[in-house]
Nanobody, 125 residues
């Protein structure tokens, strides 16, 4: 059974950091492009970041560029999202998602096949 499980969310003060993890089971991440998405209360889901199969190419939403870093460890079948300088507007449920494809362009980060259940990040003082 293909499964993605996010962890690492929680409550953090503005300016703080969190590292989210996305652990895959039932499949090998090497063949998948992985993305992080988020959905804030009352808002639509938005793409946050995306990483190619090898990890050599990464993309970020303008709102998180320079603050968030996506990485992957295919040997551990895990993808990470390091979030620094967090702001209240980063508060959301964060989801990781996977798409079986070989990365060729940013459009490969759309229409993901598999989704985790999400982890809540709350940035508040």
């Amino acid at each position: 059974q293909l499964q993605l499980v996010e962890s690492g969310g929680g409550l953090v003060q503005p300016g703080g950091s969190l590292r989210l993890s996305c652990a895959a089971s039932g499949f090998t991440l090497d063949y998948y492009v992985i993305g992080w998405f988020r959905q804030a209360p009352g808002k639509e889901r938005e793409g946050v970041s995306c990483i190619s199969n090898s990890g050599g190419t990464t993309n970020y939403a303008d709102s998180v560029k320079g603050r968030f870093t996506i990485s992957r460890d295919n040997a551990k079948n895990t993808v990470y999202l390091q979030m620094n300088s967090l702001k209240p507007e980063d508060t959301a449920v964060y989801y990781c998602a996977a798409k079986r494809t070989i990365y060729s362009s940013r459009t490969d980060c759309n229409y993901m096949n598999y989704w985790g259940k999400g982890t809540l990040v709350t940035v508040s003082s």
